[in-house]
């Protein structure tokens, strides 16, 4: 029987992108583009939650899964989507054209993630994932001028080796199981002894290889080349998008396909656990290094996401290294990905404010901005001392969650390697901040911001104050969902 | 308990932060009020507390229990006992004092005042966690202000302390966090008094207790500081407006001692009694090298700030000798010194700030122009080196006679004779600091200056009353510290 019921979210979202594209052809007024899409995010978003608790279900002879994980992911999800979208409308009103083939390819690659969440079928996850990244590329390139070009052609280029490397190694998999399905993959796997997987090394180097593809859309080290010129090239609000919302897809798809496909037996999942683990520490500390010198705050925030995306691989490694029923590693990622969404975003929504009145994204170009947008400014540290991982903000607290998950599974090396480095960090996080309170203005004239940006602003810094001081609600959110793995 | 007397004292400066940071409009002078109101309540109250506190007994006062986030555990658990009242008094006392000592700011006033309250509840929020993740979310916090208040209002080179400040400290938290992360691994708990009173069967079971033992310390031994993770404190204090350089050494490094009393010594007995001779041995090379070094300096602030190195090194003898009366003597110091070394740097502010100078080598002969200055600065001078009548004399005596005395440790007594050499040199550099500043023949270009006013008058009597009567009684604090020892001393065993 197929519930359609359930795939409401999914199916609200995709009218919506074809609703905005036939209204461009007929309003003047293009802000109720944005209007409508965030109409149909929040209808999405109301389904979403009406499903929440209602049990593990699948559809489509189980590619599809709808359980609390899926739908933790797709909430976050429909969030990070409107607040782009409530970002985006002062930074689109710039482009002459296609308005609306903006908001709507934003609404489509948000389905796409959506179906990423869910998936539980190593075809169907390719899909989904084409959806996405296809939607992603021409979004980068909106800007049309060469600098977003290039980061579109990069992207394109490097996102369609990832999907072959990706696809090779789904190919692998599914020629030593005979299966796509996640669940079946994994009984296939545990028919198989020790020996007889070391003897034909395929299988091992099926999953390796698509570590490599999902390395790609998490930005991990060494997959990571993309990041800064993608950064730095593409829309500021899609930048921002592509940091946070991408991450965290590409997070829930490795989640559910390491945990449900290769969990067991264990000494696959050490392997992987400690695979990730290398990945992790390598992520963070040059992530952390290269983002030292950087002067463009949108490459210093790509580096600092390649570095975020280590700490959030801390707790894939703990999962590898957890023992089945041990939820800490999982729900410990997913309050992770919640807070890093909402301060990354909250930081870039400052950023496209300052960046649409100076028109420059240089470090030292935010001098004495405390004086010139207060508001602004405040945000933006706050943001900062989120990603630095210091309380009281959303950080400090996914920080603490994700290691102790960690040291609590053996992983005390890693923790203290990552500590580390959140001190590195501080030092290029803070320098921002520095400049922004200590410095001269360049220019009394305030900077303007859109009273939509305002309020997206708004939920992204109560949301990480929320979250850095009474956690308790969507730590538990995270855990439920962590528990709620249909396959 | 009704009336949640230390979440009000915690959060009023947090209130009056916001009060000021976010209402529009607000005047320089109504700014000022506004702070003094919000600094007031709370060091009111931390004395009415201190009033009716319960002198006999040795348990948890005051204590708020809610549950904070069950997902990991962790509560709002706030109380004070006798090793942590002194010190929210003294936080009180010194953040209603050096608004004050501020009142003369006006670089951006709003935002200053804003972060010194927020300063001043973060470190409050130190001394009274019961939980080890409030504890340490308190203890971050107080970066943040930190950072501010050097960076934009101090002096010199600020911009670089401000930032080895926090890398320092951001460094030592993060092996702190370690630390912590472990014990509730270890324990599942992160209740301090639970973890104290019996959790540690556990932990020798899952991890080597030695190990967490030392992850926490370095991060208090960054804070106290002890030598060689000293470095920041130079620069910091040095470059810091007189004001926060008055916070900074009168409060924020006990934050260490504190915690090393708190975690360290009743978390871990048996291990601090396995390292005991190590971190004495540290706190004498601290006296001895920080008193050397403090002798060396040419710039007023920086001496004061060395000599704080030195005089931690006396905290963290008496807190290492283990013996009751050492770990007195450890917490009086913490007190005595925060009063003390406040003074010094709020007179240091002045002689500065009215003379325009700061260089021990150009200032000279100031006794005749500042008569009241000279008198205080001496007070607050003598009774850093220990002069009976004075808190120093008490604190000092006390952490000597114990730590001689203590059985804890083999051969303490030849290392306590060691640190005692420090006073000597004390003298030495604080009496020649004062006849630098003050004495020989009256310089021409300071004819102009001028002596304290009014104000400064009055936060310098406060100053120099607490020195002198806790000096002359120390049994107002002994008795409440010694309270506090005793359940530290239960579970050394002795």
């Keep these: 029987m197929l519930n359609f019921e359930l795939l409401a979210p999914e199916l609200t979202l995709a009218a919506t992108a074809i609703v905005v594209i036939l209204l461009d052809f007929v309003i003047d007024r293009k802000w109720w583009l944005a209007a409508v899409s965030i109409i149909g995010l929040a209808v999405s978003a109301g389904f979403t939650v009406a499903m929440w608790g209602g049990g593990s279900l699948a559809l489509f002879n189980n590619m599809l899964a709808v359980d609390s994980f899926a739908l933790f992911f797709k909430l976050l999800f429909l969030v990070i989507a409107a607040l782009v979208i409530l970002a985006s409308t002062g930074y689109v009103a710039k482009f002459r054209r296609f308005q609306g083939e903006y908001y709507a390819l934003v609404l489509l690659s948000a389905l796409g993630m959506m179906l990423m969440a869910a998936t539980a079928e190593l075809i169907s996850i390719y899909l989904a994932l084409e959806l996405t990244s296809i939607s992603l590329y021409v979004l980068v390139g909106f800007l049309k001028d060469p600098k977003s070009t290039e980061a579109s052609l990069k992207y394109l280029l490097l996102g369609a080796v990832a999907s072959a490397v990706l696809l090779f190694g789904m190919a692998l998999v599914f020629g030593f199981t005979g299966r796509t399905q996640l669940g079946d993959i994994a009984a296939a796997i545990q028919g198989m002894s020790l020996a007889g997987v070391l003897a034909s090394p395929g299988l091992i180097a099926g999953m390796v290889l698509m570590v490599a593809g999902f390395g790609f859309k998490i930005a991990a080290i060494p997959f990571h080349m993309w990041v800064p010129d993608v950064y730095e090239g593409a829309p500021t609000p899609i930048t921002a998008y592509l940091s946070v919302a991408s991450k965290a897809a590409g997070f829930a798809v490795l989640l559910r396909v390491f945990y449900s496909a290769f969990g067991l037996p264990t000494w696959l999942s050490l392997d992987w656990g400690l695979l990730f683990a290398v990945l992790a520490a390598a992520g963070m500390t040059l992530g952390n290094v290269i983002a030292l010198p950087q002067t463009n705050i949108k490459r210093m925030l790509g580096y600092s996401s390649i570095a975020q995306a280590g700490y959030l691989m801390v707790g894939l490694a703990t999962v590898g290294l957890a023992s089945a029923g041990d939820i800490a590693g999982r729900s410990g990622l997913l309050f992770f990905l919640a807070s890093y969404a909402l301060t990354n975003l909250g930081a870039f929504i400052a950023i496209i404010a300052i960046s649409n009145k100076l028109d420059s994204d240089l470090i030292q170009d935010y001098s004495g901005m405390i004086k010139r947008a207060p508001v602004l400014a405040l945000a933006l540290t706050l943001c900062l001392v989120s990603l630095i991982g210091m309380p009281p903000a959303a950080g400090f607290m996914a920080k603490f969650y994700i290691f102790s998950g960690a040291v609590q599974n053996g992983l005390l090396w890693l923790v203290i390697i990552a500590v580390i480095n959140s001190v590195i960090s501080a030092y290029y996080y803070l320098r921002v901040v520095k400049v ?11 900077v303007p911001s859109s009273m939509a940006l305002r309020v997206a602003l708004a939920v992204s810094c109560i949301g990480v104050l929320l979250l850095g001081i009474i956690p308790g609600f969507v730590m538990k959110l995270a855990e439920m969902a962590a528990q709620m793995f249909a396959f | 308990m009704d009336f949640n ?10 209130v009056g932060a916001a009060i000021i940071a976010f209402i529009p409009g607000l005047s320089n002078r109504v700014i000022r009020w506004l702070s003094v109101i919000f600094t007031f309540v709370p060091l009111a109250l931390s004395i009415y507390l201190f009033a009716i506190f319960d002198r006999s007994s040795g348990a948890i006062q005051f204590e708020e229990k809610l549950s904070w986030i069950p997902a990991i555990n962790a509560h709002y658990h706030l109380g004070v006992d006798g090793i942590s009242l002194p010190l929210v008094i003294l936080m009180a006392l010194l953040g209603f004092l050096v608004v004050l000592i501020s009142w003369k700011i006006d670089l951006r006033p709003r935002e200053y005042f804003a972060w010194l309250l927020l300063l001043e509840t973060s470190i409050l929020g130190v001394f009274c966690s019961l939980d080890l993740l409030l504890f340490f979310l308190f203890w971050e916090i107080e970066v943040i202000p930190m950072y501010f208040l050097i960076s934009i209002w101090g002096t010199g080179r600020k911009e670089y302390s ?46 080597p207790v030695a190990a967490i033992f030392w992850l926490l310390l370095i991060g208090f031994a960054v804070k106290l500081p002890v030598f060689p993770l000293h470095t920041w404190l130079p620069d910091a204090h040095t470059d810091a407006p007189t004001a926060v350089s008055v916070v900074l050494a009168g409060a924020l490094l006990k934050m260490g001692g504190y915690g090393m009393i708190r975690i360290c010594v009743s978390i871990f007995p048996q291990v601090a009694r396995e390292f005991a001779l190590i971190l004495i041995i540290l706190a004498v090379v601290n006296v ?10 040419t710039d007023l602030k920086r001496l004061i700030a060395y000599s704080s190195v030195s005089h931690m090194g006396y905290v963290l003898l008496g807190i290492f000798a283990l013996s009751q009366v050492s770990l007195v003597g450890a917490t009086m110091q913490m007190f005595s010194h925060g009063i003390i070394t406040g003074l010094l740097f709020a007179m240091a502010g002045l002689v500065m700030h009215n003379s325009k100078e700061r260089d021990l080598r150009k200032l000279g002969g100031l006794a005749r122009q500042m008569p009241v200055i000279v008198v205080v600065f001496s007070v607050a001078g003598v009774a850093s080196l220990g002069l009976p009548t004075t808190s120093g004399f008490a604190a000092e005596f006390l952490v000597f006679v114990g730590s001689f005395t203590s059985a804890a440790v083999v051969g303490i007594k030849l290392w306590t ?47 120099v009353a607490v020195i002198m009567g806790v000096g002359i009684y120390p049994a107002v604090l002994t008795d409440i510290i010694k309270a506090g020892v005793m359940p530290v001393m239960g579970l050394l065993g002795g």
Excluded at chain 2, 162 to 173: C, E, M, R
Excluded at chain 2, 288 to 297: D, E, F, H, N, S
């Design chain 1, 436 to 446: 922004m309170w200590t410095g001269k203005p360049a220019s009394q004239a305030k």
């Design chain 2, 162 to 207: 401000a930032i080895k400040y926090v890398i320092y400290t951001l460094f030592g938290s993060a092996f702190m966090l370690a630390g912590i992360l472990s014990l509730y691994f270890a324990t599942g708990s992160l209740s301090m008094v639970d973890i104290a009173q019996g959790g540690m069967a556990m932990v020798q079971s899952v991890m």
């Design chain 2, 5 to 14: 007397y230390l979440s009000v004292i915690i959060f009023l400066p947090m």
């Design chain 2, 417 to 463: 004779i060691l640190g005692v050499l420090g006073i000597v040199i004390t003298a030495g550099y604080i009496l020649w600091m004062l006849q630098r500043v003050f004495y020989g023949p009256p310089l021409e270009k300071f004819n102009k200056v001028r002596d304290a006013d009014i104000l400064e008058r009055v936060y310098m009597f406060v100053f």
């Design chain 2, 288 to 297: 001895l090298y920080g008193a050397a070094i403090t002798l060396r300096q």
